[in-house]
């Protein structure tokens, strides 16, 4: 083997390394996430938890909106792959209840522009989260961010 033919790989997959870089730098990325904290109101300490969503990427990332999940049912394996064959979705909603937050009378301020490498957080009362948890089988909640392309991205599930 020549020095070219050698040069010539050794070219061919660096180019391909940073194809590859580029097209994983090029694509939003962000996060969600959900914490125990306090937040004062009115002169009072409420207790509840914090949604926030973080933008990982070097863009802007546009928010449509923030939804609190809750378990209706538990899904055994079986389920989830005779779904996942029926539509062909692997989905991490599955047993899990969609519910908004502003219909709990949470002021949110959706939609939202979120600048490279910044967050957004919504604080959740306890009274919200406890009026949301007693409709379910347990005590876990979970959230679900989308941006205004549809791309959903949900939080590990809190136990509270």
């Not at 863009?59 to 064959?85: D, N, P, R, T, W």
């Not at 991490?92 to 949470?106: A, I, K, Q, R």
């Not at 002021?107 to 600048?115: A, D, G, Q, W």
């Not at 007693?134 to 989308?146: C, H, L, P, S, T």
């Amino acid at each position: 083997m020549k020095i070219t033919e050698i040069l010539a790989i050794y070219a061919a997959c660096l180019s391909t390394l940073v194809f590859v870089w580029n097209i994983a730098k090029a694509t939003p990325k962000f996060k969600v996430d959900l914490l125990h904290g306090i937040e004062e109101k009115d002169g009072e300490y409420v207790e509840g938890i914090y949604v926030i969503v973080r933008n990982h990427s070097s863009h802007k990332i546009h928010l449509a909106g923030l939804v609190l999940l809750y378990q209706s049912e538990k899904q055994s394996i079986l389920k989830k792959l005779l779904h996942f064959i029926k539509y062909r979705n692997w989905s991490n909603s599955l047993g899990w209840v969609h519910c908004y937050p502003s219909s709990y009378g949470v002021e949110h301020n959706f939609p939202v522009e979120l600048e490279a490498f910044q967050s957004h957080e919504l604080f959740i009362p306890n009274s919200v989260v406890d009026e949301v948890l007693e409709k379910g089988i347990n005590r876990k909640i979970k959230a679900k961010a989308q941006d205004q392309l549809w791309r959903n991205k949900y939080s590990k599930a809190l136990e509270y």
